[in-house]
């Protein structure tokens, strides 16, 4: 239950950043994670400390300081859901009070857990069936306060899963080949002795190494976490992947994802100057990566994925020369664009068109149900 709700809290809070920022707040991702820092060290059973912490990590301007505590308690006080539109915007009146939403707010705010259940016949939505399939095809950016504690539990789950039988070896054959003499002899024992059955063996499959590059600029703000999250379960069950952060320079935070826990990780990575939501110079940011990694992290035998919406505020024609360096040193390129999963959507900006020639993969990055495909092709 403790678990439980310090990720409906993380949710809470993940949500209430982005609230601020349609409300013209910077609130952008070094800020979220400084904020989910203060959570852990804090009273979160008093509204006053929270809106206190919450006010010291996310104001930046004076005139945000001004306005925080009516948009604390307008969002805290309420937690009223508000419908958005496809750009991320609410809509709709603010003030409206839900008794439900109020009743809710007291998990984060000085209620205990035992009163903190939901009331039956409530919640049943969040973990049927029904809502795991719809949990799982909705877009990362649209994703309501109510359901992200539960997208991050179902997704987590999910994708362990995927990368646990990625990375069992295969040992066994059914191909005619080399006897496997053991396990002959031991299927042979319920047939009194006779080795009817033959068993075979073959040379065990080589896996791949993984290298990661996580796009954090500002248009990647909704996406951003979730695809660490999703780096954070491949490290974690193989034990070659190297994962790299980039906006308009590149760091490496391999050694951050070795935590034992995910909250652990992102704590963390909130203590290191990342550059969230800057600017986008991937074609830069790939050659520091050559230059400075690339003789280390990539090999023949190496995947490397690119977790980016492709929009290159730098020069094409760079991005085009180091994504042929890259290629030619590794076994593949998956290029994963959030954007991808939105209707008629075209890879038309000069970043994308210049990196596309040298991609064997490009597939969508969205919501949970896209990642999880990617099993096919890892």
């Known amino acids: 239950m403790r678990h439980e709700h310090a990720d409906r809290l993380a949710a809470a809070i993940i949500e ?17 994670l400084t904020a989910l820092e203060a959570a852990n060290i804090i009273d979160v059973s008093s509204s006053q400390s929270l809106s ?8 930046s301007t004076n005139e945000e300081w001004e306005r925080f505590p009516r948009m604390f308690q307008e969002f805290w006080g309420a937690l009223q859901p508000r419908p958005r539109s496809a750009a991320g915007e609410y809509k709709g009146s603010s003030k409206k009070v839900s008794s439900d939403r109020q009743n809710e707010s007291s998990v984060f705010l000085g209620q205990t857990e035992s009163n903190s259940a939901p009331p039956e016949g409530e919640g049943k ?17 649209e994703v309501p306060c109510d359901d992200l504690a539960a997208l991050e539990q179902i997704s987590m789950r999910l994708l362990r899963r995927m990368s646990q039988r990625l990375s069992r070896r295969l040992a066994i054959s059914n191909r005619v080949g080399h006897v496997d003499v053991r396990r002959t002899i031991r299927r042979s024992i319920s047939r009194g002795g006779d080795p009817v059955a033959l068993a075979y063996k073959a040379r ?11 796009d954090i600029s500002g248009s990647m703000n909704f996406y951003s976490l979730f695809l660490v999250r999703f780096a954070y379960v491949l490290q974690a069950c193989f034990p070659r992947v190297e994962t790299f952060l980039f906006s308009t320079n590149i760091i490496s935070i391999s050694d951050l994802l070795r935590a034992r826990s995910l909250p652990e990780a992102l704590r963390r990575l909130s203590q290191r100057s990342a550059g969230w939501s800057g600017g986008t110079k991937i074609g830069e940011s790939l050659h520091q990566f050559n230059r400075t990694y690339g003789k280390r992290v990539l090999t023949r035998g190496t995947v490397l994925m690119i977790l ?3 929009w290159e505020t730098g020069d094409p024609k760079l991005l085009a020369d180091e994504m042929r360096a890259a290629r030619q040193r590794v076994f593949k ?10 209707k008629d959507y075209q890879p038309l900006t000069r970043g994308m068109a210049a990196a596309l020639p040298y991609v064997d993969v490009f597939a969508p990055a969205h919501n949970l149900e896209s990642l999880l495909s990617l099993e096919r092709h890892l």
């Open 16 to 32: 209430f950043c982005r609230f601020l920022r349609t409300y013209g707040f910077t609130a952008d991702m070094r800020q979220t």
């Open 52 to 59: 206190c912490a919450l006010q010291a990590a996310l104001c």
């Open 204 to 214: 065990k499959r080589s896996r791949n190494n993984f290298v990661i590059l996580v």
């Open 333 to 342: 390129i998956l290029w994963l664009n959030p954007l991808l999963g939105l």
């Open 308 to 310: 980016s919406d492709g």
């Open 125 to 141: 939505a969040v973990f049927g069936a029904s809502a795991q399939q719809r949990l799982r095809k909705v877009d990362f950016s």
